[in-house]
């Protein structure tokens, strides 16, 4: 997606699908398209590493404002205390995919984690 280039984020290829839960699902991505920064820094003899990261997508069509509102305030707090703490899985984006109707988190993938 290219506005999404324009504003220095990374674009996103599925690999597979994760798992499913009663809010959503978790794919295994990796970022195609990305500027350099801190997406995807430079690769020696510019061989290019793909980063894998976890899409968690939350519906947001159903749902109340109350309920909508909660789940923006839950993936900010997660953002913020996932920030340095090696216990907590990194958390790099949280963004509204789909016109609007998903939330998006994008998240460190932990191989062998649950």
Do not use: N, W
């Amino acid at each position: 997606d290219e506005s999404r280039l324009a504003h220095g984020l990374p674009v996103y290829r599925k690999v597979k699908l994760l798992g499913r839960g009663a809010f959503g699902k978790a794919y295994l991505v990796e970022a195609t398209k990305a500027p350099r920064g801190p997406f995807m820094p430079p690769s020696p003899a510019g061989a290019q590493k793909k980063q894998r990261r976890v899409l968690k997508k939350l519906p947001l069509k159903g749902i109340s404002e109350e309920q909508k509102e909660a789940t923006f305030r839950e993936a900010q707090l997660m953002r913020k205390i996932s920030r340095g703490c090696p216990f907590i899985t990194q958390f790099s984006e949280v963004f509204l995919g789909a016109q609007g109707s998903v939330l998006c988190l994008v998240m460190e993938f932990c191989s062998g984690g649950d």
